[in-house]
Nanobody, 123 residues
């Protein structure tokens, strides 16, 4: 069992930045792929970014590429999402998720999920 707790969400103006954190506990954190998904009101949950167990491989949705950066600190059992140049369309609840194996953008492949943190970008 893996427990995930997100933090760092909030209200920011367009063009601003936020850094989300996801603290993991339970099984060996370093063995897991970590990812961020988001869900806006009335929309399906969508993939944002993922990072492999060593931190050497990352994958981003086209909508955030060049603006968001995912990273991890295995010593702290934490994954981060640095979000720059935020846009109103980035407004959503952001979820941390984890799985074994290789990086994937497919939601149903992720086994454990956090409770989410709200990010609101005002125009």
């Amino acid at each position: 069992q893996v427990q995930l707790v997100e933090s760092g969400g909030g209200l920011v103006q367009a063009g601003g930045s936020l850094r989300l954190s996801c603290a993991a506990s339970g099984r060996t954190f370093s063995a897991y792929v970590m990812a961020w998904f988001r869900q806006a009101p009335g929309k399906e949950r969508e993939f944002v970014a993922a990072i492999n167990w060593s931190g050497t491989g990352t994958y981003y949705a086209d909508s955030v590429k060049g603006r968001f950066t995912i990273s991890r600190d295995n010593a702290k059992n934490t994954v981060y999402l640095q979000m720059n140049s935020l846009k109103p369309e980035d407004t959503a609840v952001y979820y941390c998720a984890t799985k074994l194996g290789v990086i994937s953008s497919i939601r149903i492949q992720y086994e454990y999920w956090g409770q989410g943190t709200q990010v609101t970008v005002s125009s």
